[in-house]
DNA sequence: TTAAAACATTGACATTTGTCAATATTTAAT
DNA sequence: ATTAAATATTGACAAATGTCAATGTTTTAA
């Protein structure tokens, strides 16, 4: 599991990154059964997540207790409430696993500890945040704009391993519409 | 108008920041008119902006060229298209003053020599990232699953400002409503 | 100060999307 | 393998929102 998160590290931060070995055992490995959550909202979010295998759903309750998804995160990425984490402020978002995921898990002390043996680890920090916040700006840019139609479209282009892998359900939360809608415009593309 | 933003890096950093003073000449200060243009899409971003007074609006255009507002962000604030300015890819996103606005510029060349001449510096860049993180979180979660009435609603508790200040054609277009419907409901809260 | 332009409001109507309910299909647990 | 539960589809209808057009109001610039 650990050699796929190093294959991600070096090709971002390159081949010679010194210490590497010993810095990926600042990471905990899990295993969470499809739909474990694995942060509740209030709580402080303890840790970064890199998803070997699965995928995990960022997602809030909106009055009526519907879920709303912000983000569905799949293998090879990076998922945590970054917020929480690195404020230590209770997370106003739930993470739970929605196909059974293996994980690698990294708390703050760990990150602490990269950043001094593995100078450039600050720099990984620095990309997630960054990666995140260019996402979630797509998303509004995206989203705002867009009928339910050119909604589906768009996850169909841009994101279509979401689309095969994933209930209606969850992909009708995450693109903002109702199931009904979803089932019926699914069918006009 | 450097007084300004000397106080918003104390009121962050603390008191104690060395070497302030020569760090704030990286600073260009600058006034644009309404209306006018400090970032087109397509551009490489070169500054991130210290809003001093006025309002500054970062918006696309859909594909009938409508306008959609993702911020509009008032003094004391920060204010750039981060991702083309970290990465120096190009704009996806457009920026103008929607007031007379004071602003102060720095470049990556400016942060640069600030990360050298003020290590806390560093942390500046970090948390401007991080704050416009969290903003674009919550609209996400904020309006994904709101009404048009209850996106109103919001606008009047959280950010009163912006709906006094701004005409209703922009406060429209950040609520991803149209004018007429703005227009009604505006009546009925 | 005045004319032109931009913006805001309102009505009539069309379109999109949501809700509720019934049924079919798939998935999960024993 | 069988049954219960969850999910997906479809219809009928209601509610929300958009579009177009007409008119009134405010702002801007000469």
Redesign the pocket.
């Known amino acids: 599991m650990i050699e796929i998160l190093k294959q991600h590290i070096i090709s971002r931060l390159g081949e010679d990154v010194t210490n590497l070995n010993e810095v990926l055992q600042n990471f905990k490995s899990l295993k969470v059964s499809?739909?474990e959550t694995i942060l509740n909202q209030g709580e402080v979010c303890k840790y970064v997540y890199f998803i070997v295998s699965g995928c995990l759903q960022v997602y809030v309750y909106d009055k009526?207790f519907?879920e709303t998804t912000r983000d569905l995160i799949i293998e090879d990425n990076w998922c945590s409430e970054l917020i929480s984490f690195g404020s230590q402020q209770p997370a106003t978002e739930n993470i739970r696993a929605v196909e059974p995921s293996e994980l690698l898990a990294i708390d703050r002390q760990g990150f602490q500890n990269m950043m001094e043996t593995v100078p450039q680890f600050d720099k990984v920090y620095k990309q997630i945040l960054e990666a995140s916040y260019a996402n979630s700006v797509y998303r509004i840019n995206t989203f705002v704009a867009?009928?339910?139609?050119?909604?589906i479209k768009w996850l169909m282009d841009y994101r279509p391993k979401l689309m095969s892998r994933?209930?209606?359900?969850?992909?009708?939360s995450y693109l903002?519409?109702?199931?009904?809608?979803?089932?019926?415009?699914?069918?006009k593309v």
């Open positions: 499809r739909n009526e519907n867009l009928t339910a139609l050119e909604r994933l209930s209606s359900k969850l992909i009708a903002g519409i109702s199931q009904e809608t979803f089932s019926r415009l699914k069918a």
